[in-house]
């Protein structure tokens, strides 16, 4: 079964406070695809990141930083220095297979300023 | 830049009316999906169209239909409205099939029925 768990269902940090959103996913895919979107308080789902499974390599796209350990079956998502501006829910998405996205029930971050 | 619309931000229905989400992208892409979101339960796949007239049961399709007629428009439709159809509905498009290419959301519609 494929299935993306996101164990944190709220966050609240400090600005200027770094800070961790996990995602673990099950797959028996050798080939499959793994995405962070963000959605602001307006709804839509912004894209954040998208990455395969043959791509081990961390990424690092500003304050933003993605850690996939295939080992363990995660992906998570670190923002550095947290800003107000980054409040917001995350989604973290897993494609294998077929047609289907699969989902986490996403984590809402919350920076207080 | 994708471009993803829905047609309405916000639509309040009575039980038992027939309702149309229409969803419209811009960049050629095959894929389209609608989803419906509900608080603790994430993005729920209601069905998906990888072409023209063509149309896939997602999740949880009971209770919805679609209709592709052209590329760029996928449509939702609720037959017969009922209170437990309220929700978030969003649109998403991507451009291949099969690779886990990126989707492109719209700003989804908060539907609320009455």
């Known amino acids: 079964a494929q299935k993306v768990t996101q164990a944190q269902t709220e966050i609240s940090v400090v600005e200027k406070e770094d800070v961790t959103l996990d995602c673990v996913y099950e797959?028996?895919?050798?080939?499959?695809?793994l995405f962070w979107y963000k959605q602001p308080p307006s709804g839509e789902l912004v894209f954040l990141i998208r990455?395969?499974?043959?791509?081990?390599q961390n990424e690092i796209s500003g304050r933003y930083s993605w850690n996939f350990q295939k080992s363990t079956s995660s992906f998570n998502f670190t923002i550095t220095a947290s800003q107000v501006v980054d409040s917001a829910v995350y989604f973290c998405?897993?494609?294998?297979?077929?047609?289907?996205?699969?989902f986490g029930t996403g984590t809402r971050l919350k920076v207080l300023a | 830049d994708v471009k993803v619309t829905q047609s309405s931000r916000y639509l309040v229905k009575r039980t038992g009316e027939k309702v149309f989400l229409e969803c419209v992208q811009d960049?050629?892409?095959?894929?389209m999906f609608w989803y419906r979101q509900d608080p603790g339960l994430g993005l729920r796949l209601i069905y998906f169209?990888?072409?023209?007239?063509?149309?896939e049961k997602g999740d949880i399709p009971e209770g919805y239909s679609v209709s592709r007629e052209k590329k760029e428009r996928f449509s939702l439709i609720l037959e017969s409205a009922s209170t437990n159809q309220t929700s978030m509905y969003l649109c998403?498009?991507?451009?291949?099939?099969?690779?886990?290419?990126?989707?492109?959301f719209g700003p989804g519609t908060r539907l609320t029925v009455l």
């Open positions: 998403a498009s991507s451009f291949l099939q099969g690779i886990g290419d990126t989707q492109y």
């Open positions: 797959t028996r895919d050798t080939t499959y695809y």
């Open positions: 990455r395969n499974s043959f791509d081990e």
């Open positions: 998405a897993l494609f294998s297979g077929t047609y289907k996205y699969i």
């Open positions: 960049m050629d892409h095959e894929n």
């Open positions: 169209s990888y072409d023209v007239k063509m149309k």
